[in-house]
Structure formats: structure tokens, C-alpha cells
């Protein structure tokens, strides 16, 4: 069974930095396009940051400048490197994996969750 594992996540003050951890496993890590999504308090779940096959990586305008997506294939991770941190951040983050198979089949999974509060 695929399992998608984050960590790192925490209480913060504003300005300060986090660094959120996805372990995968039991999935072919190199073919998965990694996204960090994230839900604040009575809102949708959003996409933060994406990092595509080839390591490009994409940013929703919020987090440009101050977010850093990455990611390991030898270790089958992917990180995100949170600095200057806002109130506005606070959020579950979620780690997402997606593969496209053929033309319109999706493999699509998720981590539990982890908390991230931006105290101001």
C-alpha cells in the first residue's frame, strides 16, 4: 500500500522558518509529479508548491520568494523549505503524489497532514 508520510511540521513564530518532510513508499517515486497543498482554518485546500519529473519546480504567487520545493529520488522525498513564514500560513500542508497513466487514468495519493501555526 502506497504511503505518503509528512513531518516537520510545528508551531512558528512570524518571520521564522520550517522545513516540512514527505516520505513515499511503495510507489515509483521518479514518475510522480510531488505537490505540497495546504487547507487554513475554514477554507479549501489549495496547491503551494509542485515539483514536475524533471525537478522544475512551481509556486502559487503567496508563497514566490519565500517557499523551496525539492526534491530526493534517491530517497523517495520531497521537502519544503518554508522561510519567512506569515500568519497567513497557517495550514495543514499536505503532501500529493500524481501520475498520469496513458491518457486519462490518474494515480493520485495523499499524506495524512501536518499542522503548521504562524503565531504573530
Known amino acids: 500500500q502506497v504511503q505518503l508520510v509528512e513531518s516537520g511540521g510545528g508551531l512558528v513564530q512570524a518571520g521564522g522558518s520550517l522545513r516540512l518532510s514527505c516520505a513515499a513508499s511503495r510507489l515509483a517515486f521518479t514518475y510522480y509529479v510531488m505537490t505540497w497543498y495546504r487547507q487554513p482554518p475554514g477554507k479549501e485546500r489549495e496547491s503551494v508548491a509542485s515539483?514536475?519529473?524533471?525537478?522544475?519546480?512551481n509556486y502559487a504567487d503567496s508563497v514566490k520568494g519565500r517557499f523551496t520545493i525539492s526534491r530526493d529520488n534517491a530517497n523517495d522525498t520531497v521537502a519544503l523549505q518554508m522561510n519567512n513564514l506569515k500568519p497567513e500560513d497557517t495550514a495543514v500542508y499536505y503532501c500529493?503524489?500524481?501520475?498520469?497513466?496513458?491518457?486519462?487514468?490518474?494515480?493520485?495519493?495523499w499524506g495524512q497532514g501536518t499542522q503548521v501555526t504562524v503565531s504573530s
Open positions: 515539483i514536475n519529473l524533471h525537478g522544475i519546480p
Open positions: 500529493n503524489a500524481r501520475r498520469l497513466i496513458g491518457a486519462d487514468n490518474v494515480l493520485n495519493y
